[in-house]
């Protein structure tokens, strides 16, 4: 989606669109131990919308999203998710928030010692009192979005890693999210089994019109699917914008992240060789 390009200077960090928010954080401060980790983040979600986190390591990506789900609480700062401060939230408040919230970790492994369709069934049998048979006949339809349907007696040490993380991905949408939180889900994957992935999740927002937050290392992927990108750094937001406006920034660590990453993941062979060796050798090889 493309929209309007605005100056990326002064950075906006807020929803200024007619389209409602779904999530909307005002100046979240976070510390472990004595470290602030984040350093006063304003980041809104659209209805609808793809929004990817981007950063370094460390830079705090991981740490917001564990705040997004009322995982942590803040030292400072509002955390709105749904029109619901959840900074403020009992116990019975976190469990409806959860209904509504779909998530697959970074180190999002499933249980090792139950099957594929007993791994997704989990949070219906945690937040609903549904009988096993409609907990089974709803794993197996949230199977066959992912592309894993007759899969479901498996164990997940029969699986490939693709098909962990589209497994990983049937649990987070068992309970039809209105948001979805995914954390590195195509880390480790081949290329062409990580954009089997981001086409999942295309078309997990274009026919269930779920709002999704993507953390994400890999920049092919971010740039495939993503509305908007935020930019973290240190605990800092550097940026948020569309991929043109990302891709197009002047700011030189901007730049910096997305030179580093196309550097190292160069894959033609050829070009691989000519950064390799300055240009000479391809230059020579390939001359007629
Ligand atoms: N539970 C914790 N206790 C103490 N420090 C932590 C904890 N979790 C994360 N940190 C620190 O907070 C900082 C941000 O970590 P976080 O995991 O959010 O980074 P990230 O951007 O997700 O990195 P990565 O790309 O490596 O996953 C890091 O310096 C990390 O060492
Ligand atoms: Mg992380």
Redesign the pocket.
Known sequence: MTVPTEPIEPISNTVESETPGVIQVRDLVTH??D?M?LKGIDFDVRQGEIMIIM????????????HLLALEQPTSGSIEILGEDITTLDTVGRANLFKKLGVAF?SGALFSSLSVGENIMLPLAEHTKLDPETMRIMARIKLEIVDLAGFEDLRPSELSGGMIKRAAMARAIIMDPRILFL??PSAGLDPVVASALDDLILKLRDAMGMSIVV?T?ELDSAFKIADRITV?DQ?HILSVGTVDEIKNSDNERIQNILHRRTEQEIVDPEEYLRRLTGGEFVEETVAP
């Open positions: 472990y131990g470290r980790i950063g370094g390591s460390g830079s705090g990506k991981s740490t917001l999203m564990r970074q954390d590195e953390v290392h973290l605990g």
